[in-house]
């Protein structure tokens, strides 16, 4: 093969590539679902944000993702005990998921995935395949690496997310 072959193969191959994404569409997605999860968290905590136990703001914030480019979304910001806990999108063009929010303070940080519904775990084999293909996704925590395993999100392990962050 020479070297003009091997352009014209990876033209061709970034050509099929860039139009079968609709870029805008899965942003305005992704976005649906940043507010989403912010929604089902703030649901969680309503009682504590009632008594003034703890405030939350939101600020804007700007991400830039290959393909798709610079976008605004907003980051949630969580006031308790004299702590600032971030939720944080980081994106939504990502390997073996559809997208990623971290939760951080100065004590430490937990990643949420939205992952395919059934996913226990990252898997490299045929992770674009299931990206392209799955209807049905679903936020779920990620447990550092070595050994990545997807824990179920739900108000529970969300409480015990926060308590890590805050290093209690």
């Given at each position: 093969?020479s ?7 990876l033209?061709q ?14 942003r305005?997605?992704?976005l649906?679902y940043i507010e989403l ?7 969680w905590?309503v ?9 939350v703001?939101r ?7 290959d393909?798709?480019g ?8 969580l006031?308790?005990a004299?702590k ?6 980081i ?6 998921s559809?997208?990623r929010?971290d939760?951080?303070?100065?004590a ?10 059934d ?7 045929e ?12 936020w779920?925590?990620?447990t550092?690496?070595p050994?990545i ?8 392990s969300?409480?015990d ?5 805050l290093n209690v």
């Amino acid at each position: 093969m020479s070297k003009k072959d091997l352009e014209n193969f990876l033209n061709q191959d970034m050509e099929n590539t860039q139009a079968n994404v609709d870029w805008l569409s899965q942003r305005n997605e992704w976005l649906r679902y940043i507010e989403l999860f912010y929604d089902r968290v703030l649901k969680w905590l309503v009682h504590y944000i009632e008594q003034g136990k703890i405030q939350v703001t939101r600020r804007n914030i700007t991400l830039n993702e290959d393909n798709i480019g610079s976008y605004c979304t907003e980051k949630l910001i969580l006031k308790l005990a004299n702590k600032e806990v971030s939720l944080t999108p980081i994106g939504t063009v990502l390997i073996g998921s559809k997208g990623r929010i971290d939760m951080s303070s100065s004590a430490g940080e937990v990643k949420f995935v939205l992952v395919e519904k059934d996913s226990k775990g990252p898997s490299m084999q045929e992770a674009n395949e299931k990206l392209a293909n799955s209807l049905e996704w679903k936020w779920k925590i990620s447990t550092s690496p070595p050994s990545i395993q997807f824990i179920e999100l739900n108000e529970e392990s969300f409480s015990d997310a926060l308590l890590e962050v805050l290093n209690v």
